[in-house]
């Protein structure tokens, strides 16, 4: 059901670097702007990335976005246990006549 | 602050309607600038964004084509909430079900979300 494709894991220690793709299509991540949510275990998901690379208050600065044609990234710098979570990209699509789609989601481990 | 507090019950029968409220604070389900949406989630179907109400000098309401025949989102200004009523529901339905604020114009982002509630059909 998802449109938006991510690796289903990724993993890295405290401190390291982790980036998250998201890959799409014209209809989507081409010509609209992209989301990112975190979503800790039983809880709902959290917004942390809006409109490619803004970040909401009180989300950390070592989250970042950003877009590139018909794909997307998510890169946590400074890696720390509690980053331990899904990861969902998601975007307009203006097919089906519009609505929201969201990626298959990566479970990012801290090892 | 926004808060969306989630009510309803988690448990429906093959074939009947699936129906939950979600109360708003914080906001109003007639703002002109965000609209309220229902998403759901489980495990084969992943995150799907299910339909939304919203409030533009008029109200309108979008619905995902996936269950567009089945669905219906209705906001109440008197008890400043909006409901999801989702007939004919199967066990491919059972999924946690979550209210979500959209704003952001054109550029359009869930920035609240309620807590969830878990939705099983069984009879």
């Known amino acids: 059901q998802s449109v938006l494709t991510q690796p289903p894991s990724a993993s890295g220690t405290p401190g390291q670097r982790v980036t998250i793709s998201c890959s799409g299509s014209s209809s989507n991540i081409g010509s609209n702007t992209v989301n990112w949510y975190q979503q800790l275990p039983g809880t709902a998901p959290k917004l942390l990335i809006y409109?490619?690379?803004q970040r909401p208050s009180g989300v950390p600065d070592r989250f970042s976005g950003s877009k590139s044609g018909t794909s997307a990234s998510l890169a946590i710098s400074g890696l720390q246990s509690e980053d331990e979570a899904d990861y969902y990209c998601?975007?307009?699509?203006?097919?089906?006549?519009?609505?929201?789609?969201f990626g298959t989601g990566t479970k990012v481990t801290v090892l | 602050q926004v808060q969306l507090q989630q009510s309803g019950p988690g448990l429906v029968k093959p074939s009947q309607t699936l129906s939950l409220t979600c109360a708003i604070s914080?906001?109003?389900?007639?703002?002109?600038?965000?609209?309220w949406n229902w998403i759901r989630q489980s495990p084969s179907r992943g995150l799907e964004w299910l339909g939304r109400?919203?409030?533009?000098?008029?109200?309108?309401?979008d619905y995902a084509v996936s269950v567009k025949s089945r669905i219906t989102i209705n906001p109440d200004t008197s008890k400043n909430q909006f409901s999801l009523q989702l007939n004919s529901v199967t066990p491919e339905d059972t999924a946690v079900y979550y209210c979500?604020?959209?704003?952001?114009?054109?550029?359009?982002?869930?920035?609240?979300w309620g807590q969830g509630t878990l939705v099983t059909v069984s009879s």
């Open positions: 979500a604020r959209v704003v952001g114009g054109y550029d359009p982002y869930f920035d609240y």
């Open positions: 914080g906001d109003s389900v007639s703002s002109n600038s965000a609209a």
């Open positions: 998601a975007a307009w699509d203006d097919s089906l006549n519009g609505q929201d789609v």
């Open positions: 409109s490619n690379n």
């Open positions: 109400t919203y409030y533009r000098s008029k109200w309108y309401n």
